[in-house]
């Protein structure tokens, strides 16, 4: 009955996919995907051979999320990259826009398919999926796989994306006046897109705005307010952003010092974080007067955080930050 309930309310929740796809932002569907029990998972993959297309594509995205935490086994990630794309190009082959936007965000450099990127991302941004233009614009900014580095077009596809309404659109345009990528650097201009950005909802923008705001870049300083567009960033699982509370509370800028919730949002990182991790990367020697206690409620913390998420909890405490300084002793 559980099962039947699930599929009915999914089915609800993505009626309106193909009369306006852009409503179901890639985010939206990351959380629902990372949302399904493997039971529940099991079920979807038999209504997606079954030829179902919102199933499909859910599949093909639990895949790609599986291979987040697979740096280190090339081979296993390369069959789960493989598994996520056959699933989504059968949804792709049925018009779905987010399966042709998921599919062109796939790792295809590995599977030596670069050719599919810009295909997939025309086709989606024929049907004006809005993250598509966004996902084509940046692919402009950066190259490899397939594209050259034009500056130029690049902005026009982010400037088209946001002037249609798609938030991650003003990130990448902030970033390119951070960095003076096809741009003149303009440290005001960048903070100013990260605001509009941030005010949408988008996570990157809103961790590059705390930033400013912290700083003082291109804004008047506020570190009370940075704090709070960190927080909003790392409640949608912005690494970055959880690492940045973690060195707040830590030091205790703009925040009461609270070693508590800074090992707690580092564990929360450490949890989102594809590479090396907070926790190893930054200077935590000002915690290693925390005791086994304080570890344990940390981790408590950070685990409650991660279930409500829908991420896999972190492991028991071992004197965490003693062996965050240990690492970093051995490099």
Not at 39 to 54: C, H, I, R
Not at 86 to 104: D, G, I, M, T, V
Not at 152 to 179: C, F, M, P, R, V
Not at 251 to 258: S, W
């Amino acid at each position: 009955m559980r099962l039947r309930c699930v599929f009915f309310l999914l089915a609800l929740a993505f009626l309106a996919y193909g009369a306006s796809a852009q409503n179901n932002s890639p985010n939206a569907l990351r959380s629902a995907a990372r949302a399904l029990t493997v039971g529940e998972l099991s079920a979807v993959a038999e209504k997606a051979g079954q030829g179902d297309t919102e199933a499909q594509l859910f599949v093909g995205v639990s895949a790609q999320l599986m291979t987040e935490h697979m740096r280190d086994d090339i081979e296993g990630r390369k069959g789960m990259l493989r598994l996520s794309a056959h699933w989504l190009r059968q949804a792709a082959e049925q018009n779905s826009s987010p399966a042709q936007y998921f599919l062109a965000e796939t790792d295809l450099k590995l599977l030596e398919n670069c050719e599919e990127i810009s295909q997939s991302l025309n086709k989606a941004i024929a049907q004006n999926y809005l993250p598509a233009m966004t996902a084509l614009g940046r692919r402009y900014m950066e190259g490899g796989c397939g594209f050259k580095v034009d500056y130029h077009l690049g902005l026009q596809w982010l400037t088209k994306a946001s002037e249609a309404g798609d938030a991650e659109a003003n990130y990448w345009i902030g970033a390119s006046y951070e960095q003076g990528r096809g741009i003149a650097l303009d440290q005001r201009e960048a903070t100013k897109w990260f605001s509009k950005g941030a005010q949408m909802g988008d996570a990157s923008s809103q961790n590059s705005l705390a930033v400013n705001l912290a700083e003082g870049n291109g804004t008047r300083k506020d570190t009370g307010q940075a704090i709070e567009w960190f927080r909003k960033s790392a409640e949608q699982g912005n690494y970055e952003a959880a690492c940045n509370l973690t060195l707040h509370y830590m030091r205790g800028e703009g925040v009461a010092k609270d070693y508590v919730l800074a090992l707690m949002w580092g564990l929360i990182a450490d949890r989102n974080s594809t590479e090396i991790g907070c926790l190893s990367e930054i200077d935590t020697r000002d915690m290693l007067q925390m005791s086994a206690a304080q570890e344990s409620e940390a981790t408590q913390r950070a685990n409650a955080w991660l279930k409500e998420h829908h991420y896999p909890p972190t492991a028991p405490p071992k004197r965490t930050v003693h062996d965050a300084i240990d690492h970093r002793s051995g490099d």
